[in-house]
């Protein structure tokens, strides 16, 4: 079953505004990785993060590996209309395995 | 650039119908994985291949095959198409060996079944 958590589900922010979202589980994990899905499209790999507490950036795009290992967060500034999307975290826990999926964080920006 | 390669992105067949999917990359990576989506849910897992060992998923069902020829491609057979088979099938590709190991998906693959 799904092992991980999104939050928030969905978010209606206006253009200009900063989101932040977050990933969250009950076991640890020692991979993160972000993407963002347009309509219709494959999920692009937005980020990825590899050690507790690192943080990094991809433009207006930042996002951290919890130091607890089992959380991650992503936050957009200056929020424009192209980050409408469907963000999902995935994550992996042990080297070998596959990466599990969060049920995503739906984004909509209003001008 | 390297990338993953999906054909073709829209696919049509009727129930019952079979139907293969393809899939190419030219990461060269080891893994290459299958998975279905429905209305903007998470991408479910279907299987992967680990160089040539196929991994299935334990609630795959049996109308769903893959092959992998080569270290480029992938193809994902469904032998008889359901009406609840219609979603977006996306390839993706990872090399497990790294530390560093990172996941990239193809554009999709959205199969209609009439």
């Known amino acids: 079953g799904q092992q991980l958590n999104q939050s928030p589900q969905s978010m209606f922010i206006q253009e200009g505004e900063d989101v932040s979202m977050n990933c969250t589980s009950s076991s640890i994990f020692n991979t993160w990785l972000w993407y963002k899905q347009d309509p219709g499209e494959g999920p692009v790999l937005l980020i990825a993060?590899?050690?507790?507490?690192e943080l990094t950036s991809n433009g207006r795009l930042t996002a951290q590996f919890g130091i607890t290992r089992k959380d991650s967060f992503l936050n957009i500034s200056a929020s424009i209309p192209s980050d409408v999307g469907i963000y999902f975290c995935a994550g992996k826990k042990n080297y070998g395995q596959n990466f599990v999926f969060g049920p995503g964080t739906r984004l909509s920006v209003l001008p | 650039d390297a990338m993953v390669i999906q054909n073709p992105r829209y696919q049509v067949t009727q129930f019952g119908k079979p139907v293969t999917l393809s899939c190419s990359q030219t990461l060269n990576h080891n893994v290459m994985y299958w998975y279905q989506q429905k209305s903007s849910q998470a991408p479910k897992l279907l299987f992967h291949?680990?160089?040539?060992?196929?991994?299935n998923e334990a609630d795959t069902p049996d109308n769903f095959q893959s092959r992998r020829p080569n270290t480029s491609f992938c193809f994902l057979d469904i032998r008889s198409p359901g009406l609840g088979d219609a979603a977006m099938y996306l390839c993706a590709t990872s090399n497990r060996d790294f530390y560093t190991d990172t996941q990239y998906f193809g554009p999709g693959t959205r199969l209609t079944v009439l």
């Open positions: 993060l590899y050690k507790a507490g």
């Open positions: 291949y680990y160089d040539k060992d196929f991994n």
